[in-house]
C-alpha cells in the first residue's frame, strides 16, 4: 500500500499542486476511489516565486502549477488519478499521469 501524499483530518482542507504546462494542457481528476472520503475542486492559480520586473514578454514557456483543494469529508482513504491533457482531446493519451493517495483520519475536536 503506497505512502500518502496528503494526511488530512476530517473537516480539514489540503492543497494539491501540479506543474503547469503550457500548450493547453490542463490537470483533471480522471478516477476518484473514496468520494465519500474527499471532495476535489480545481483553484485559481497564482503566480509563484518573487514578482519579475514589468514589461517585456512572459518566458517562452511559461505556465502556471494548477492548484486543486481537497476536502476531507470522513475518515478513510482516498486514491486520484490526475490525468494532464487538452480538454478538446478527450480520446488521446494523456501527456502525464500522477496517481495521489490521501489519508483522512477522524478531526481531533
Request: hydrophobic share 40%; no cysteine; charged share 25%.
Amino acid at each position: 500500500m503506497a505512502e500518502p501524499d496528503l494526511t488530512l483530518a476530517v473537516g480539514q482542507g489540503g492543497e494539491l499542486q501540479l506543474p503547469g504546462r503550457p500548450g493547453g494542457y490542463e490537470w483533471a481528476v480522471d478516477r476518484l476511489d473514496g468520494a465519500d472520503v474527499v471532495a476535489v475542486r480545481s483553484l485559481a492559480s497564482a503566480p509563484s516565486g518573487p514578482a519579475r520586473p514589468s514589461g517585456g514578454p512572459p518566458p517562452q514557456s511559461y505556465s502556471l502549477p494548477q492548484r486543486f483543494l481537497v476536502e476531507a469529508l470522513a475518515p478513510g482513504r482516498a486514491e486520484l488519478q490526475m490525468v494532464l491533457r487538452r480538454s478538446w482531446e478527450p480520446h488521446v493519451e494523456p501527456l502525464d499521469r500522477r496517481e495521489v493517495v490521501v489519508l483522512v483520519l477522524e478531526s481531533s475536536d
